[in-house]
C-alpha cells in the first residue's frame, strides 16, 4: 500500500508525504528498484541530491545493467559537478550498449572539460560507422575550430550542410564576430535564422542581382572575412542562383 500510496503522491508533487510512504515501502523491500529511482527522484526534487545519489547507487549494485538507472545516476553527477563519477557511468552505458548516443554524449562532456584531442578521437570512432550524424559533425567542427583548424572546421560544417540542406546551427559556426554574411534578399528561412544567429554582420542583397551584391562586396573590407549566402534553386520562387555570376564576384574579391 505504501508503495502505491507513495507513487500517487509524487506524481502530484506532494513529495514531503511521498517520501515517507515511500521510505516506509522501502523498509518493507530494500531491493525494489522501483521505489528506489522513484524515491531517489523526490529527493532531488526535494533538494536532496546526496541522498539520491546513495539511493541510485544502491539500486546498481541490485540491477546494473538497467539503462534508466544509469542514466538518471550519470545526470545527477552531471548536476551536482562530480565529472569523474559521470564519465564513470557514461562509460559503463557506452560499454552496456555500444550505442553512438552515448559517445557522442561523452565526446560532448570531453569538449566542456577541453579534452579536445580525446573527445575528435570519439567522434572519429563514431563517424566510422554513422557518417552522417549531424550532432557528432557539430561537436567535431567545435573541436575544430577550438584547436584552431579552421580550414577543416569549415569543410566539416559543409559536410553538416549537405547532409541536411539548409541547417541554421551549421551556417552561424561558420562565422565569427567581425565576420560578414552577404545573403540574397530571398534565401530559405532556415538559412536566414542561421544568419540571426550568427555573431557576423548581416547584410541582404536584392535577389539574383549581381550589380548590388558587388556593391556589398566592396563595401566589405580587404582583411574582412564574407560568406555569400545563396540558394540553389529558391524554393518560393522556383528559379536557380546566377552561380557563375556568384562564384565570379566571389574570386573577384577574395
Known amino acids: 500500500g505504501n508503495k502505491r500510496v507513495g507513487t500517487i503522491l509524487v506524481g502530484k508533487k506532494q513529495y514531503s508525504q511521498g517520501i515517507q510512504n515511500l521510505e516506509m515501502a522501502l523498509t518493507m523491500a530494500p531491493g525494489d528498484v522501483d521505489v528506489i529511482m522513484l524515491l531517489a527522484d523526490a529527493y532531488l526534487q526535494t533538494k536532496r541530491p546526496a541522498q ?8 546498481k549494485g541490485i540491477k546494473k545493467d538497467d539503462l534508466k538507472l544509469r542514466e538518471q545516476l550519470y545526470s545527477l553527477y552531471k548536476e551536482t559537478n562530480q565529472p569523474k563519477k559521470a564519465e564513470t557511468e557514461l562509460l559503463g552505458l557506452i560499454d552496456l550498449t555500444k550505442d553512438n548516443k552515448y559517445r557522442v554524449m561523452y565526446a560532448d562532456d570531453l569538449i566542456c572539460e577541453n579534452r579536445y584531442e580525446d573527445a575528435a578521437k570519439i567522434l572519429k570512432d563514431v563517424m566510422a560507422s554513422d557518417p552522417e550524424n549531424v550532432k557528432c559533425l557539430m561537436l567535431l567542427g567545435q573541436v575544430q575550430r577550438s584547436q584552431k583548424k579552421f580550414a577543416e ?3 566539416t560544417y559543409k559536410t553538416v550542410l549537405y547532409i541536411k540542406g539548409p541547417y541554421a546551427p551549421a ?14 534578399h530571398n534565401i530559405h528561412a532556415s538559412l536566414v535564422e542561421g544568419a540571426l544567429r550568427s555573431p557576423a554582420h548581416t547584410v541582404r542583397f536584392r535577389h539574383n542581382d549581381m550589380s548590388h551584391l558587388e556593391r556589398c562586396l566592396a563595401n566589405c573590407g580587404e582583411s574582412d572575412k564574407v560568406l555569400i549566402i545563396i540558394d540553389g534553386v529558391f ?3 522556383g528559379d536557380m542562383a546566377d552561380l557563375v555570376g556568384t562564384v565570379k564576384l566571389a574570386n573577384l574579391y577574395g
Open 52 to 59: 539520491a545519489a546513495e539511493l541510485l547507487e544502491k539500486a
Open 153 to 155: 572546421a569549415v569543410e
Open 171 to 184: 551556417l552561424s559556426a561558420l562565422t565569427e564576430k567581425g565576420d560578414y554574411l552577404l545573403c540574397d
Open 235 to 237: 524554393s518560393m520562387e
